[in-house]
Antibody, heavy 125, light 107 residues
Framework: EVQLVESGGGLVQPGGSLRLSCVAS????????MSWVRQAPGKGLEWVAN????????YFLGSVTGRFTTSRDNAKSSLYLQMSSLRAEDTAVYYC??????????????????WGKGTTVTVSS | DIQMTQSPSSLSASVGDRVTITCRAS??????VNWYQQKPGKAPNLLIF???TLQSGVPSRFSGSGSGTDFTLTISSLQPEDSATFYC?????????FGQGTKVEIK
């Protein structure tokens, strides 16, 4: 079964740090881009970051650039989101997702086809 | 950043109704639009990618269309299990962005 399982969420004080993990199973993790998406309580979805298979390309939401970084360990089929200088507005459920790439004559298409159940991050004093 | 504007923000319809949700991009994005369904307390589920390609396993009552700046998700015959929030998302360029969501309720 194709699966993603996040962990590492919790309560952290403003200015603190937290590291989220996402373990993949059921597919060849090293073959896919991976993404992080978050959802604040009662709000919509917000893309956070993407990382290429070999970590050679990473992209971040503007509001987290310089505070968040993402990495992966393909040998462990694991994805990580290191968050620092956390703010109240970072409070959210954080999802990892597989970013499938499909190409045809018209271009490269990316879409998030497998999602974890999410892990909750609460930033509060 | 590319803004994705969905409408309506919510709707209420009866079982069997045809439902249409629109999404407008702030600039042309070809067909790099995906649609997701999210039920309360659950992760999003991919419905449509590339503006019009139905994801495997998704019921055929869901369809997508559009290119450039204007996109549409259609549910041809609304079912009780379709009660959810629907999001469009552009993957034309980083940062990827989502619409604000459309909450669909069953009358």
């Amino acid at each position: 079964e194709v699966q993603l399982v996040e962990s590492g969420g919790g309560l952290v004080q403003p200015g603190g740090s937290l590291r989220l993990s996402c373990v993949a199973s059921g597919f060849t993790f090293s073959s896919y881009w991976m993404s992080w998406v978050r959802q604040a309580p009662g709000k919509g979805l917000e893309w956070v970051a993407n990382i290429k298979q070999d970590e050679s390309e990473k992209y971040f939401l503007g509001s987290v650039t310089g505070r968040f970084t993402t990495s992966r360990d393909n040998a462990k089929s694991s994805l990580y989101l290191q968050m620092s200088s956390l703010r109240a507005e970072d409070t959210a459920v954080y999802y990892c997702a597989r970013a499938f790439t499909y190409s045809n004559s018209r271009g490269y298409y990316y879409y998030m086809d497998v999602w974890g159940k999410g892990t909750t991050v609460t930033v509060s004093s | 950043d590319i803004q994705m504007t969905q409408s309506p923000s919510s709707l209420s319809a009866s079982v069997g109704d045809r439902v249409t949700i629109t999404c407008r991009a702030s600039q042309s994005i070809s067909s790099y639009v995906n649609w997701y369904q999210q039920k309360p307390g659950k992760a999003p589920n991919l419905l449509i990618f590339g503006a019009s390609t139905l994801q495997s396993g998704v019921p055929s009552r869901f369809s997508g269309s559009g290119s450039g700046t204007d996109f549409t998700l259609t549910i041809s015959s609304l079912q009780p299990e379709d009660s959810a929030t629907f999001y469009c998302q552009q993957s034309n360029s980083a940062p990827w962005t989502f619409g604000q969501g459309t909450k669909v309720e069953i009358k």
